[in-house]
């Protein structure tokens, strides 16, 4: 995910069951330029316990790409060519998912001329299928296609991540039936819940003070920190719209976490929370649940962003069979976020 899977957010994912995790998407051409030392210092860091680490590249040369693998190889487990992201400057730059337009350039950077077969057979050990079609993006997401994702599952050999739909600790499991896959990657879900993985859901002070106090840690750039902080607390904010505003205008660490200290104080004031009963990962015992299956948290916890969905040609399979008219949270661009792929439960 751009700015969104940096280290110290790695950090927080694997203390909540994350048991792979990605990079941000980096721009191989420039990762490689030593006129542009500040961007593969924003993009690139990494520490003890960050492993296994994939670290994702979008490139449309294959000398680049080499370059910057050659780079990283002794600090990561591998290396992921992004052939998915369906946004406009990828579009603009002829990477992500505009090279499945150029299959030249593919058999290229790939050495053969197929799709997923193609990719397998040059030489990718590992594949993830996000499961849409490239129209579908920002407010047009929509459900991902887990009919799909289980057919490229069958025409390989080679493990499949099943990417698309996941809400809630139980869709990990569902997904893995009905896919196949080897596994399942979260990117918009892990953002709004860094502790899906663990099958929590605590209140949103609680993800963003941990993920402050790693950022006391680990250098992190106040973007990256204000886009986290945007997801983790977006329940509240349209109750605390002057803490909105703060948080869009912070630029220093102690803002932020001045701010998420001032939002639990007034929560817990109004709202009455004895907190100390969720700070260890205590689930609520009860949770509404809505027509579409939709789990009413009260709006202080940590819950997925749901959207509605767009109707599409050729039609998305109605793959989550308990929610028709639920929204996948995998790719959200809200508050200048780009997502492509994060952490990863097997």
């Known amino acids: 995910m751009v700015d969104q899977s940096e280290q110290a957010w790695r950090v927080l994912s694997r203390r909540y069951g994350a048991q792979l995790c990605f990079t941000p998407m980096i721009h191989a051409k420039m990762f490689c330029d030593e006129r542009n030392l500040r961007y593969r210092q924003e993009v690139w860091s990494t520490g003890e316990g960050d492993r296994p680490l994939i670290v994702q590249f979008c490139a449309n040369e294959p000398e680049a790409l080499l370059e910057a ?37 593919i058999h290229k950077l790939n050495k053969t001329i197929e799709y997923a077969r193609m990719i397998e057979r040059a030489g990718a050990q590992m594949l993830t299928v996000h499961g849409r079609i490239r129209d579908q993006k920002g407010h047009n997401t929509g459900l991902a296609d887990w009919e799909q994702i289980r057919c490229v599952k069958e025409a390989v050999n080679i493990p499949v991540i099943a990417n698309g739909n996941i809400l809630y600790f139980e869709d990990i499991q569902r997904c893995l039936e009905a896919t196949g896959a080897d596994g399942v990657m979260s990117a918009e879900g892990n953002l709004y819940n860094p502790a899906l993985f663990a099958n929590h859901n605590l209140p949103i002070w609680t993800m963003a003070q941990e993920y402050l ?12 920190i204000r886009g986290h902080l945007f997801k983790i607390l977006r329940p509240a904010l349209p109750f605390h719209a002057d803490l909105r505003e703060r948080l869009a205008n912070a630029n220093y660490l102690q803002e932020f976490c001045g701010l998420v200290d001032e939002l639990k104080k007034r929560i817990v004031q109004i709202e009455q929370i004895d907190d100390s009963q969720l700070e260890h990962g205590t689930q609520l015992v009860s949770v509404p649940v809505d027509e579409n299956g939709i789990k009413q948290y009260p709006y202080w916890i940590c819950q997925p962003n749901v959207r509605s969905i767009v109707n599409f040609n050729p039609p998305v399979s109605n793959i989550l069979s308990t929610r028709e008219d639920t929204s996948n949270n995998d790719n959200d661009h809200s508050e200048d976020t780009i997502d492509f792929s994060n952490n990863f439960l097997g």
């Open 69 to 105: 693998a050659k780079r990283v190889q002794d600090h990561c487990d591998a290396i992921d060519l992004n052939l998915g992201c369906p946004q406009h400057i990828a579009r603009r730059g002829r990477y992500g998912a505009f090279l499945q337009d150029e299959w030249e350039l």
């Open 213 to 224: 106090d790693i950022c006391q840690t680990i250098t992190t750039k106040n973007a990256y």
